[in-house]
């Protein structure tokens, strides 16, 4: 007793406006419907984060995850959690010409932000 139904198979008809491509031209026509089906993915993190993924950014450039909430919460405290938070410590390291290690040692400190804030050009 099968009671699963036979996939009626329109392949062949499915199939018809790619028959005459090039393994090139189907190449090319994969990485355009992957583009495709990956750009939105790609506008949403460029403009969509979190503390957890910041805190997770500042951890892979070397600071402790004590440090890197401490981080966090000062980025988020000066609205600048939406250009990231390594970005604020990597910014401020090339303002101050100093390691991106003093410069998020020093950012924990309270030092930097508003050279920071007047480097993205943000207001409060």
């Given amino acids: 007793m099968n009671n699963h139904k036979t996939r009626e198979d ?3 008809e499915r199939r018809q406006h790619l028959e005459n491509l090039s393994d090139a031209q189907l190449k090319q026509r994969f990485w355009d419907l992957a583009d495709q089906a990956t750009s939105p993915l790609i506008d949403l ?3 969509h984060t979190s503390p957890a993924i910041e805190r997770s950014v500042l ?3 070397g600071f ?3 440090e ?5 919460k000062l980025v988020l405290a000066h609205n600048l959690i939406g250009k990231g938070a ?8 090339n303002i101050k010409q ?8 020093e950012l924990i400190q309270g030092k930097g932000f508003e050279d920071v804030i007047k ?3 943000v207001t409060k």
Avoid: T
């Avoid at 890197?68 to 966090?72: G, Q």
């Avoid at 390594?86 to 390291?93: E, I, M, N, T």
């Fill in 86 to 93: 390594g970005h604020v410590v990597y910014r401020y390291a």
């Fill in 59 to 61: 951890l892979r450039m």
């Fill in 45 to 47: 993190a460029y403009s």
């Fill in 98 to 105: 100093i390691s991106i290690r003093e410069s998020g040692l």
């Fill in 68 to 72: 890197a909430a401490a981080l966090v």
């Fill in 119 to 121: 480097s993205f050009e």
């Fill in 64 to 66: 402790s995850s004590i």
């Fill in 10 to 12: 329109d392949y062949k």
